[in-house]
């Protein structure tokens, strides 16, 4: 009934508005349209599903070109890496026929004149070989698969020095030098041949065409600007793409691509060139059993330009969509203005009354006179606190105060100064049940109480202690009062938490109200709890 009366006393405030606000909300009302809040929320979601599609369709394109492209660059790297591997191989079993035959043979004249024939012969069948060597124990040439006698001594040479130092047979293969008898770059793959005794008797070497390489390299598909390079493994640059006989043998040791290489082995990465600067996605490995290196590179604007084409044409899709959608959302966008406003000034009405119907809730638990709750909100409460203490979740205790000789209070000194007693009875209880899930309440005329959940006996003794001495710190003069001063009794009760299904919130409460009697019989100002079973 409460409620009712409340919405019926706000009603004329709404009724009340003046008379251009009821025009004004009438003509909104009529020119609103059947446009619900649905139809913006679709149509938002779906721009918001097409340009996720398409984003997501874009990273997902780009992300699986950037990975075809690094298959066929890794495809490209190991055909390159298995060819340089076949030409080294051929070149190490030429020099194994050749030191062979020469430490068989010996270095007649006419065995070197044999030789040399055999020289012509394997080069003649190796087109990446650029020549066949041997030197003698001096440097001096001894035979070659050139068709013209070389004059020279090549005991200067890096190969020629290794050899002559180390007493092992195994291949050497060196820097990237210009060739004395025809001024072309070479690959010296060099082997040592040794006397019956074990001792230096020369050099037997290879030389592998470079561009021979830039040969094949240069038919490969690797685009416009892409590379191609050829290393050893300290660094030394053999071949890169686009061919500059410059950068042959400068060291790129110190570059991207053979600092990633000797972090993580064989692999790709999307790397800056040292050389041009360009960012590259590069695939890179070793040439196996040789100290080589390959690698490939591609740059990501060639690599993305059918993407981003592509990407470019699905961008003005989507745009054209949008467009559509943001046409037809500015036709509906008065009919959402219009109905925001509508709905602004009825949640306005609403709160109001959600505010006045909480301010009547609080008043309907709240005594007037002492501001803490009343009857209704205490036995509330207490119905409440009971069936968890029956649930076994806490114990309950009890306080029952009486304000000692009220009635004479009110008969001497009148009903305005009783007031004021009970006001300040309530809020020494207010101040002294603080605990969270505490109630103070007023009872009923003097009579007051305190919900304790969770509080034990001597607990609940405590507080009904503090409550009485601060009801007696108050030194209300009281003539009447043996002692001259407005004093309270209180009566304490106790359920331990367990089952009780017999146990009723009146049943505590006439507990309680026998403990505060108890009191008052033994005195007043005081407080009488029930013993200990």
């Not at 008898?181 to 041949?193: E, Y």
């Not at 008065?334 to 909480?358: E, F, K, V, Y």
């Not at 409440?384 to 203490?389: D, F, G, I, M, P």
Request: with cysteine.
């Amino acid at each position: 009934m409460v409620e009712n009366h409340t919405f019926s006393h706000r009603l004329p405030t709404l009724t009340a508005l003046s008379d251009n606000s009821e025009r004004r909300l009438v003509r909104l009302s009529q020119k609103k349209r059947p446009v619900t809040r649905l139809v913006f929320l679709v149509t938002t979601l779906a721009c918001l599903v097409v340009a996720g599609l398409a984003a997501w369709f874009g990273v997902a394109s780009r992300q699986a070109q950037l990975h075809e492209a690094q298959v066929a660059n890794t495809n490209v790297a190991r055909m390159i890496a298995v060819q340089v591997e076949s030409s080294l191989k051929t070149a190490s079993v030429a020099l194994v026929n050749i030191a062979e035959r020469v430490e068989h043979d010996g270095m007649a004249t006419e065995a070197t004149g044999r030789l040399q024939v055999h020289l012509r012969e394997i080069v003649k069948t190796s087109p990446e070989l650029h020549g066949l060597f041997v030197y003698g124990a001096d440097g001096a040439w001894l035979a070659t698969s050139l068709s013209r006698p070389v004059k020279g001594n090549n005991a200067d040479r890096d190969y020629f020095v290794y050899h002559r130092a180390t007493p092992g047979r195994a291949l050497h293969v060196g820097r990237p030098i210009k060739s004395r008898s025809t001024g072309v770059w070479v690959i010296p793959v060099s082997r040592r041949i040794n006397r019956a005794d074990g001792s230096f008797g020369g050099v037997a070497l290879v030389t592998l065409k470079v561009d021979f390489f830039e040969r094949i390299y240069d038919e490969l598909d690797v685009g416009a600007t892409g590379t191609v390079l050829l290393a050893m493994d300290n660094g030394t640059l053999v071949y890169r793409r686009p061919f500059d006989d410059r950068l042959i043998g400068s060291d790129i040791s110190r570059g991207p691509v053979l600092q990633a290489l000797f972090r993580q082995g064989n692999g790709s990465a999307i790397l800056v060139s040292q050389i041009d600067r360009v960012e590259r996605l590069y695939s890179y490995r070793h040439v196996s059993g040789f100290p080589f290196i390959v690698a490939v590179g591609r740059t990501k604007e060639e690599l993305l330009a059918a993407w981003g084409r592509s990407t470019t044409l699905l961008g003005g899709a989507v745009l054209l969509i949008c467009a559509s959608f943001a046409l037809l959302a500015k036709k509906l966008i008065r009919q959402i203005i219009i109905r925001d406003r509508l709905d602004q000034t009825l949640r306005a009405r609403s709160d109001d009354l959600q505010q006045h119907n909480a301010g009547l809730h609080l008043l309907a638990h709240t005594d007037r006179l002492t501001g803490i709750a009343n009857r209704l909100r205490f036995d509330q409460v207490l119905d409440l606190e009971l069936k968890r203490a029956q649930r076994g979740e806490a114990c309950l205790s009890l306080i029952l105060l009486d304000v000692d000789y009220f009635k004479k209070y009110n008969d001497r000194y009148g009903h305005p100064a009783g007031d004021t007693v009970l006001r300040e009875v309530g809020r020494v209880l207010s101040e002294q049940v603080v605990r969270a899930g505490d109630l103070a309440a007023r009872y009923g005329g003097e009579e007051f109480a305190a919900v304790l959940p969770g509080t034990g006996r001597s607990g609940a003794i405590a507080v009904a202690e503090r409550i009485r001495e601060a009801i007696l710190a108050l030194e209300i003069a009281h003539a009447d009062a043996p002692d001259g001063w407005l004093t309270a009794s209180l009566g304490v009760a106790t359920v331990d938490a367990g089952p009780s299904p017999r146990f009723k919130p009146t049943d505590l409460i006439e507990r309680a109200d026998r403990q505060l009697y108890a009191a008052k019989g033994s005195g007043r100002n005081r407080v009488c709890a029930e013993a200990v079973a």
